[in-house]
Nanobody, 123 residues
Framework: VQLQACGGGLVQPGGSLKLSCATS????????MGWFRQAPGKERMFVAS????????YYANSVKGRFTISRDNAKNTAYLQMNSLKPEDTAIYYC?????????????????WGQGTLVTVSS
């Protein structure tokens, strides 16, 4: 499975960004997708995940109510809509594909990773 994340950039606090993760190589609906982020000097942390069907999703407490994960199985693409962005959201965001349709919240559940896209929230 190959993943290509895009959509990062510089945004002011309170602003919005939408990340996309295009995939290829497997039947997209057969595996869950996750978003993780890594801030400078910190460990990679879970942001959100969505099941293969798109019915189930999970969020980190720090982004719940502000971020929305979604997927379009016809386009083999997952998304992360980020609203009300805060400076502490600044990080490299990675998309990942799981080995099954279950939306794991731990990075160990994900077998394939994209290259990351930088999100900077600053005035």
């Amino acid at each position: 499975v190959q993943l290509q994340a895009c959509g990062g950039g510089l945004v002011q606090p309170g602003g919005s960004l939408k990340l996309s993760c295009a995939t290829s190589g497997r039947t997209f609906s057969s595996y869950a997708m996750g978003w993780f982020r890594q801030a400078p000097g910190k460990e990679r942390m879970f942001v959100a995940s969505i099941s293969g069907s798109g019915v189930s999703s999970y969020y980190a407490n720090s982004v719940k109510g502000r971020f929305t994960i979604s997927r379009d199985n016809a386009k083999n693409t997952a998304y992360l809509q980020m609203n009300s962005l805060k400076p502490e959201d600044t990080a490299i965001y990675y998309c990942a594909a799981a080995g099954s349709s279950y939306p794991y919240r731990d990075y160990t559940g994900y077998a394939y990773w994209g290259q990351g896209t930088l999100v900077t929230v600053s005035s």
